[in-house]
């Protein structure tokens, strides 16, 4: 049988990380991927932040479309905020190209020295004597691999989170249903546009994330439980809406892309006997925004690193895996928990409503540029959105 | 019960993830609906964002 001291099971962005610093860590890692070309199909509006690139190591590139001058918010009656003109420091970050970014990041893990096995399909785990065994169909043949750590990333339906027992269910309330039409020839900005309101999007936004030339991904989430129908009619409505219409009149779409987006917030643990999970699998996602590379990578470090200082013992246990759990929490878990009461609070606001706080909001100036800052913001123009707002606000 | 239109599907797996008992397994090309593991809670069907999940009725099942 084989043997290695980390298995990662899926090549995305959390996945490569995780197994890009295990390896740097010193471990034998493997990197499982089962389809046949890393970073394909993309499930993604693709924006970044500049802090997760800096979290990455890696800057401008073949790998980002368009560095994002502005984010505009557009109120269900069409009123709009430029975030550029309303917060101290803007810095958005990027819209990606993901094809070539989820490849990238597979080439930092090899580097690093991880193997990188694709169409290696993980097909169940067992553990014996204080290791786990992956089994794993390689080009549909079995084999299986013993290892010390299983660090799953295969995303938003996670089996390693099943197999090891991980309470990883998501409730009509946990996840946005997503579509999105990669289109070209049409009028977009420097900007990314956040339409937010029932009339666009039930539960969630639609949005417009510019690639550059005429090229945007333009998607919209809605949350299963208040939306009336499939995401891809409220998306095609969007397109024919009276005030846009004319911006996409002359476009095509070159890709259709779908997924679900977990935004439960985080699992309470990630961790089990042998076994860490990383982005999606661990819900490490914005629950506002539906954004999760940064999350994710910086939670996939942390595993990865992780991963390296326990080799050196002989213990695997969920306990000695404990502090995996307590430094992506404190990086990114306590605060995506105070956003999910800030989702719950966003699911009741009336479309009527969401148009106020936007006029108010424009006068604001000197905002945090981060998801919280910006809900304290909008808060503070209207007592009623702040007494809601008060146990994320603390 | 559930139909999946597999023209329409787009295997993105969004289903999947939110089935309770694990009925959806999909894969880069199957998509396998064990109908005696659902326990007919059609949050599926909300879900997919393509609207390829349709309900059905239990006694068109026997058809397949």
Known sequence: MEEADVVVVGAGPAGSTAARFAAESGCNTVLLEKRAEIGEPVQCAEGVSSKALEELGIGEGRWTAKRVENVKLISPSGITVDLKQNVRAFDFGYVLERKIFDKHLGRLAADAGAELKLCCKATGLSRNDGRAIVSYEEFGDPREVRTKIVIGADGVMSKV??????????????????IEYEMVDIDVRDEIEM????????????????????????GLGVIPR?????AIEYLDEFLQHPKLAHRFKDGATIE????????????????????????????QVNPITGGGIGSSVTCAKIAGRVAGEVMAGNDFSR????????????AIGNYHWKLVKAKDVYLELKDEELDHIAKAFRTISDVEFNTLGILRAMSSTSPKLLWKLRKVLV | MIQINLDKCLRC???????????????????IYDASRCNRCYICVKTCPLGAIAKRREAEVGGG
């Open chain 1, 195 to 218: 339409f937010v309101g029932a009339c666009y999007a039930p539960g969630g936004y639609a949005w417009i994330f510019p690639k550059g030339d005429g090229r945007a991904n333009v």
């Open chain 1, 226 to 230: 208040v939306a009336r129908r499939p």
């Open chain 1, 256 to 283: 259709v892309k779908a997924g679900g987006i977990p935004v439960s917030g985080p699992l309470k643990s990630a961790v089990a006997d042998n076994v860490m999970l990383v982005g999606d699998a661990a819900r």
């Open chain 1, 161 to 178: 989170g099943r197999w090891a027992g991980i309470d990883t269910h998501l409730g009509p309330n946990d996840i946005e249903s997503g």
């Open chain 1, 319 to 330: 306990k000695s895996l404990a502090i995996y759990d307590d430094r992506w929490i404190e």
């Open chain 2, 13 to 31: 797996g969004a289903c999947a993830a939110v089935c309770e008992k694990n009925a959806i397994d999909i894969s880069e090309f199957n998509v």
